[in-house]
């Protein structure tokens, strides 16, 4: 969920609460008000009517009139206590009851308890109350409204800057060298955010070219010596007679050296496949690509007796030829290298999945094969290939998944991501 979309419920729902509570807290306070307006008016008639008593000593014509009646009843015993009650009262003029309120009090004529009851009417009080009310409810509905309507454009408006800022540094691209404009707003956050981010950008920018410059150095400062120590080893085998010792210890010195070879040449093409820098994408077609990749490994495959099948569909991949040639050749390789004699290897090719399955050993499997230099004991390879896959997959938004199915070993190139 969106920042302001959450700010903007929990503004409303807040508003919304607050409001209500309000309106019920001031729909009570109107009409105790009301109420105590009509209980001053009916102690108003109970005094005029015991001043009458006292007066003339005796009690007023009982009363009927359109808001208010009053009405005697003798008593006899234990006098009532004076209260106010809420009752109906009858309208003659509309011929049905309304809601009333009533007074009822004792007074003593000649020596007589008298019961005295006098009704008002509470319609006025209650259309007040509603009329009241309703002003109430259509003035939160405008308020509501209004902030719904204020949270939707103005504050939409206002994190335009933002939103602007983030579309920037999605689309930002180290290799391209470019720079993430500055959003001109008035709000001093999104100003900070801006500077912050270009900040970043030209570190990121610099560390880039640093790391650019550092992969090129060692590229060329290291393949320098290790091709003098394969030229002098050549000459060294060519020209001088060793003995059988020498020759081993010479032998061995050469597959190390090629052994470091290739280790740097790995690590620098994984430094260039991170850091994006084999730009070549163009549109290959990835069944001629395995076709041709069967027919390298056909001597491999004949030498150690393995059977390749192939189930191949047309599909087209965006990608680089030389990482795409890199990635089916670590792929051929390991399957080769981790089979057994006279097993299989078997590879689908579809526009969804590329997927190589390939018989051997179960034992021994390592749970982060795509992991630099992860391998088994007796893996003679440098634990780089499927390492390099795994970058190659990330760099085009492909996903790699291994899994060991019913004793095969069974790796799964999903191009969809």
């Not at 003659?92 to 809601?99: D, Y």
């Not at 991170?274 to 001597?299: H, T």
């Amino acid at each position: 969920m969106k920042l302001s979309n959450r700010y903007n419920k929990a503004n409303i729902l807040t508003s919304i609460v607050v409001l209500i509570i309000t309106g019920i807290i001031y729909y009570v306070v109107i009409h105790f008000i009301l109420t105590e307006k009509l209980d001053r008016d009916l102690a108003v008639e109970e005094n005029e009517i015991n001043q009458y008593v006292s007066t003339f000593h005796k009690l007023p014509l009982p009363a009927s009139y359109l808001d208010q009646q009053i009405s005697y009843k003798e008593i006899k015993g234990i006098s009532p206590e004076r209260e106010f009650l809420y009752t109906n009262y009858y309208n003659p003029k509309e011929h049905g009851n309304e809601p009333g309120r009533s007074l009822i009090t004792v007074v003593h004529v000649n020596g007589k308890a008298v019961e005295v009851t006098i009704t008002k009417s509470r319609v006025e009080s209650e259309d007040l109350v509603r009329i009241i009310l309703l002003i109430t409810v259509g003035i939160t509905v405008v308020l509501l409204l209004s902030l719904l309507l204020i949270n939707r454009f103005v504050l939409n408006r206002l994190w335009r800057p933002f939103y602007s800022i983030l579309s920037r540094m999605k689309a930002f691209e180290v290799t391209r060298m470019d720079t993430i404009e500055h959003e001109p707003t008035k709000i001093d956050e999104f100003n900070e955010l801006s500077k912050s981010v270009n900040t970043m950008a030209e570190r990121v920018r610099q560390d880039y070219k640093e790391l650019k410059s550092f992969t090129d150095n060692a590229s060329h400062e290291m393949m320098t010596p290790l091709a003098v120590i394969n030229s002098k080893l050549d000459s060294l085998l060519q020209t001088e007679s060793f003995t059988e010792q020498q020759g081993v210890l010479l032998e061995d010195i050469y597959h190390a050296t090629g052994r470091l070879s290739r280790l740097h040449q790995s690590l620098l093409l994984l430094a260039k496949i991170e850091n994006n820098l084999i730009p070549d994408i163009q549109i290959i077609e990835m069944k001629e690509m395995v076709e041709a990749k069967g027919r390298q490994f056909k001597e491999l495959l004949e030498k150690d007796g393995l059977v390749l099948s192939e189930n191949l569909a047309p599909v087209e991949i965006k990608m680089s030829r030389y990482l795409a040639d890199i990635l089916l050749n670590n792929l051929f390789s390991n399957a080769v290298r981790h089979n057994v004699p006279n097993g299989h290897i078997h590879i689908t090719l579809s526009n969804e999945t590329l997927i190589i399955s390939n018989s051997g050993k179960t034992g021994n499997i390592q749970r982060k094969i795509f992991d630099r230099f992860s391998k088994s004991a007796e893996s003679e390879g440098m634990g780089l290939g499927l390492a390099i896959n795994k970058q190659i997959c990330n760099l085009y938004g492909f996903k790699i998944d291994y899994q060991a199915i019913d004793g095969e070993h069974v790796i799964t190139v999903y191009f969809g991501g």
